[in-house]
């Protein structure tokens, strides 16, 4: 069940950031794995279907990869643990 309380300034910044982050990385993601798999076609003369089936399975690939990515990505982050107000610091008196 999703929290009750209020969401703080820095709640929702650190939403931004991660949903940024997210898109970001799933971009990158996608123009690699379509980079792999429609590339030989700008290096070497093919015929014209499989050309075109490179581009085909290269934008598919893409498309997949981007999803994927984004879901793990935002997914990860709403499961993550809360992090400590204090990072390292594990007694009040220290």
């Known amino acids: ?3 009750k309380r ?5 709640d929702r910044d650190a939403i931004t950031v991660e ?3 997210a898109l970001l990385s799933a971009v990158l993601v996608a123009v690699v794995v379509f980079g792999v798999i429609a590339g030989p076609k700008a290096m070497f003369t093919m015929p014209y279907a499989v050309e075109r089936g490179l581009l085909l399975a ?3 690939a893409a498309a ?3 999803v994927l990515r ?6 990860r982050f ?3 643990p ?5 990072p390292g610091r594990t007694n009040p008196d220290s």
């Open 1 to 3: 069940m999703p929290d």
């Open 78 to 80: 709403s499961t993550a």
């Open 58 to 60: 290269g934008a598919a």
């Open 19 to 21: 949903i940024g982050y």
């Open 6 to 10: 209020r969401r703080t300034q820095a």
């Open 82 to 86: 809360a992090q400590p107000s204090q």
């Open 64 to 66: 997949v990869a981007f």
């Open 70 to 75: 984004l879901v793990t990505v935002l997914w």
